[in-house]
């Protein structure tokens, strides 16, 4: 099996993460985002280049006091 070939079975299912962000993140942004709050929050930041505000729906876990570790 060639490095091409491995690289393209391992990549992620771009079309359902990007399906499943766009039912995630108005659910978190409401009033029922006590559903989903425990595992996952919104993390939004300003592109560098373009300067357009980008939010993505993360997985986050409490690590100690003061400490989240998150995940996308």
């Known amino acids: 099996m060639s490095q091409a070939e491995t690289t393209r079975r391992k990549r992620p299912p771009v079309a359902l ?12 942004a409401s009033r029922l985002h006590g559903i ?3 595992f996952l929050m919104l993390l939004t930041y300003t592109g560098r280049k373009s300067g357009r505000r980008i ?8 690590w100690e006091p003061g400490t989240v570790l998150a995940t996308s």
Not at 17 to 28: C, D, H, S, T
Not at 55 to 62: A, K, L, S
Request: aromatic residues 14%.
């Open 17 to 28: 993460f990007r399906a499943a962000n766009r039912l995630v993140r108005p659910l978190l």
């Open 55 to 62: 939010t993505i729906p993360v997985g986050y876990f409490d």
């Open 36 to 38: 989903l709050s425990r």
